[in-house]
């Protein structure tokens, strides 16, 4: 791609979308009267999705982007894990019966740092509140530089299917400057603790774009992580906004790559993933041929949320903890951030919602363009529209951006079905970006697109 559309995009500013309209649209328009009325509507004849934050770590990724708090010690955890279950009995009475799930995700900070004991007793108050079956998939994110084998061991018993274990980065000088030291080792023993307690299937996050982070250092980084055999890998671009997460402050801006550089080493990643056989999904994850993940890419079945690419095609997320957001048929909802004013409102019986967001109908449209744009790099607007009752013109008709898009070369328009030329996907975001309305309300709050 010619570098001057690579600078002229890749350095614009603009959501992930995990979702639309993206969280900086939340407001508190949407509290927890409006999350109440939304639970007990929601039908009991279609699954639903749950994600449980556990926003606690022992020490500070300076490249971290979630909401987690760092302590030391383990009475916080103690506190905050009573106030999660009280907030699980609370949103389950508001439904009408217990509603049936079809994914689980603890996500964090780091969820195992509640220890065994506590995890097991997490998941068995979720399946007293809601249905449960065989098929119902949980997966949870690992720091394996904390894992042992008896932790493993009770994953493998909860009934985990899928560990998603943070790498990061394996180059010592990468590490020091995002103060996250983990050895190969480490990953190594971690995976092999997994596998020997059952869980199934085990994923790698890797980030590109961190400081001092090289081309050469990605390849290292990629090679060693393809000898431990994941089945997927999600490879993530460091999103650098110190005015939203004040301790990037302490990254060293003068070594973060430019936008070019950053797709070089995405691009060198990635092909070094598919020369050892996984397939590339959507813009950032890659998966073995026989992952759910690539044969749902294969089915025109792939869906994309706060996790990222996902099988999940639940219309109904149900957050719990701290600053966890939920996806309902009217909208989206908002956890309090702050641990401590989340614990005040579960104390006093309130539901957790401070924030969130009524969708429209023409919302709802713009969220599923976007979604098959991010999924599978092209869409048929009219066609969308018609299926919701809508006119596609909202969305097409002088659409200056998306114009611009096809002038570069970097997209086909052929009377409202759109289609990326295949060396434009890693600007992916940019042609999202042609359907969102409110992008420039909150801009400043993302990362670049490259």
Not at 147 to 159: H, N, P, W
Not at 206 to 211: D, E, M
Not at 344 to 367: C, F, M, N, P, Q
């Amino acid at each position: 791609m010619q570098s001057a559309l690579i600078v002229k995009y890749g350095e614009e500013r603009l959501p992930r979308y995990t979702s639309y309209p993206t969280s900086p649209c939340f407001t508190p328009d949407v509290d927890d009267s409006t999350y109440g009325d939304w639970l007990t509507a929601v039908p009991l004849e279609k699954a639903a999705s749950l994600y449980v934050h556990i926003p606690f770590c022992r020490s500070m990724c300076w490249y971290c982007g979630c909401h987690t708090t760092i302590t030391r010690g383990d009475r916080p955890i103690v506190d905050y894990l009573q106030m999660l279950r009280e907030e699980i009995c609370l949103v389950s009475a508001r439904t009408k019966a217990p509603i049936n799930i079809d994914h689980l995700h603890f996500g964090g900070g780091t969820p195992t740092i509640m220890g065994p004991k506590k995890l097991l007793g997490l998941i068995e108050l979720l399946h007293e509140h809601f249905g449960f079956t065989d098929s119902t998939q949980i997966a949870l994110e690992i720091d394996p530089r904390t894992l042992d084998q008896e932790m493993a061991t009770v994953l493998g018993e909860a009934g985990i299917h899928r560990a998603s274990v943070g790498v990061q980065t394996f180059d010592p000088v990468v590490q020091k400057a995002i103060n996250r030291i983990q050895n190969i080792e480490q990953t190594m023993q971690a995976v092999s603790h997994l596998r020997r307690a059952g869980v199934d299937s085990i994923n790698f996050d890797l980030v590109y774009g961190l400081p001092h982070q090289t081309v050469k250092s990605c390849i290292e980084t990629t090679k060693a992580a393809i000898e431990m055999c994941p089945d997927r890998f999600a490879v993530f671009g460091y999103a650098h906004v110190p005015s939203f997460k004040k301790h990037q402050r302490l990254i060293d801006e003068v070594a973060l790559a430019d936008a070019e550089s950053r797709i070089a080493q995405a691009e060198a990643i990635a092909e070094n993933l598919l020369a050892a056989g996984y397939r590339r999904i959507g813009i950032d994850h890659f998966a073995r041929p026989g992952d759910s993940l690539a044969i749902a890419q294969a089915n025109g079945q792939l869906h994309r949320n706060f996790q990222g690419y996902t099988t999940d095609a639940c219309e109904t997320l149900i957050g719990f903890g701290a600053s966890a957001i939920g996806r309902m048929a009217g909208g989206y909802v908002q956890n309090e951030i702050h641990p401590g004013r989340y614990a005040k409102r579960i104390v006093s019986g309130r539901l957790a919602i401070t924030k969130g967001y009524r969708s429209s109908a023409e919302d709802r449209l713009r969220a599923s363009v976007i979604e098959r744009l991010m999924c599978d790099f092209q869409v048929d607007v009219p066609a969308l529209a018609a299926v919701q009752g809508l006119e596609s013109g909202a969305l097409l008709d002088g659409n200056v951006r998306l114009a611009m898009l096809e002038a570069d070369g970097i997209l086909e328009n052929t009377g409202g079905v759109i289609r990326l030329r295949e060396e434009g996907r890693f600007l992916i975001r940019a042609v999202a970006a042609a359907f969102d309305s409110y992008l420039l309300q909150s801009a400043r709050n993302y990362s670049k697109t490259a």
